[in-house]
């Protein structure tokens, strides 16, 4: 069972930047694929972007191309997020799911594993 641990949100106003990290309990080089979540209020949870370590291969949902960026260090995962809008004010989830080193990560997936969230506030 893999455990995730979010950390780095907080509030901030339009146009800054935030870094969120996601400590994993373990890791399967090409077969573990991680994803970025988030949650807006009143809405519904959305994929923000994925990564297969060991592949590199990301991908990014349409209104976050550009302005953020999947990355990983060992058993850490990032959300760098640039440029931030009101509109990225979300309640962000990191998950986790085996993809068995299909190579197929992204977040059309039935993710098994997710962190508590950390709040992310965009104030214009």
């Known amino acids: 069972q893999v455990q995730l641990v979010e950390s780095g949100g907080g509030s901030v106003q339009a146009g800054g930047s935030l870094r969120l990290s996601c400590a994993a309990s373990?890791?399967?080089?090409?077969?573990?694929?991680m994803g970025w979540f988030r949650q807006p209020p009143g809405k519904e949870r959305e994929g923000v972007a994925t990564?297969?370590?060991?592949?590199?291969s990301r991908t990014y949902t349409d209104s976050v191309k550009g302005r953020f960026t999947i990355s990983q260090d060992k058993l850490t995962f990032y959300l760098q997020m640039n440029s931030l809008k009101p509109e990225d004010t979300a309640m962000y989830y990191c998950?986790?799911?085996?993809?068995?080193?299909?190579?197929?990560?992204?977040?059309?997936?039935?993710?098994?594993?997710w962190g508590q969230g950390t709040q992310v506030t965009v104030s214009s």
């Open positions: 998950a986790a799911v085996d993809v068995f080193f299909s190579g197929n990560c992204n977040p059309t997936l039935a993710f098994a594993y």
């Open positions: 373990e890791v399967t080089y090409r077969r573990t694929c």
């Open positions: 990564i297969l370590p060991g592949v590199g």
